[in-house]
T-cell receptor, first 114, second 110 residues
Framework: NAGVTQTPKFRILKIGQSMTLQCTQD?????MYWYRQDPGMGLKLIYY???????DKGEVPNGYNVSRSTTEDFPLRLELAAPSQTSVYFC?????????????FGEGSWLTVV | DQQVKQNSPSLSVQEGRISILNCDYT??????FLWYKKYPAEGPTFLIS?????DKNEDGRFTVFLNKSAKHLSLHIVPSQPGDSAVYFC?????????FGAGTRLTVKP
């Protein structure tokens, strides 16, 4: 039972480099999210998507881009990496239930920008 | 602006006793609330949720209470077990937006 799969798990980037964090889910969820977790700061929403072809900014979108060409995949692109983007990144997917959205997370991607 | 706050960074309880984790929110538009549990080097795991039309939801040893007038929710774990030791995040959502608190580290001592 794969759920939400993120790759890579660990990556070191140099300042100014670009990279893509991959996220795929096999639960046929409409909603997908990218969060970052900084120490002691909880989870901050970067971008989210309510379905293929639709994306929206969250709290901290600057320096990132996303696309949602299929239901399964929601890659996060970092352009011109900066030390402030050193963080743990979590992808999540979810469905809208009777009360609201319940989302399920991947295992995280640890990114260090040096 | 921190719309969801967990003011206690850590909590320590004895095995078998009750653990109470607290969460406050500021946005009255939030209508769905969740608790997640996180172990080191893993993603958060969904624990329990509550809709704003309820004031209590139980699932086994876990109960979530919601006080809308105070904009406060709490998670009760009874009885606490050493395996419950983890970081607990509360989350609040309005529509497609979901915000998280900073987390409370729970330690359950044998």
């Amino acid at each position: 039972n794969a759920g939400v799969t993120q790759t890579p798990k660990f990556r070191i980037l140099k300042i100014g480099q670009s990279m893509t964090l991959q996220c795929t889910q096999d639960m046929n969820h409409n909603y997908m999210y990218w969060y970052r977790q900084d120490p002691g700061m909880g989870l901050k929403l970067i971008y989210y998507s309510v379905g293929a072809g639709i994306t929206d900014k969250g709290e901290v979108p600057n320096g990132y881009n996303v696309s949602r060409s299929t239901t399964e995949d929601f890659p996060l692109r970092l352009e011109l990496a900066a030390p402030s983007q050193t963080s743990v990144y979590f992808c999540a997917s979810g469905l809208r239930g009777p009360g609201g959205n319940t989302i399920y997370f991947g295992e995280g991607s640890w990114l260090t920008v040096v | 602006d921190q719309q969801v706050k967990q003011n206690s960074p850590s909590l320590s309880v004895q095995e078998g006793r009750i653990s109470i984790l607290n969460c406050d929110y500021t946005n009255s538009m939030f209508d769905y609330f969740l608790w997640y549990k996180k172990y080191p080097a893993e993603g958060p795991t969904f624990l329990i949720s509550i809709s704003s039309i309820k004031d209590k939801n139980e699932d086994g040893r876990f109960t979530v209470f919601l006080n809308k007038s105070a904009k406060h929710l709490s998670l009760h774990i009874v009885p606490s077990q050493p395996g419950d030791s983890a970081v607990y995040f509360c989350a609040a959502s309005a529509g497609n937006d979901m915000r998280f608190g900073a987390g409370t580290r729970l330690t359950v001592k044998p």
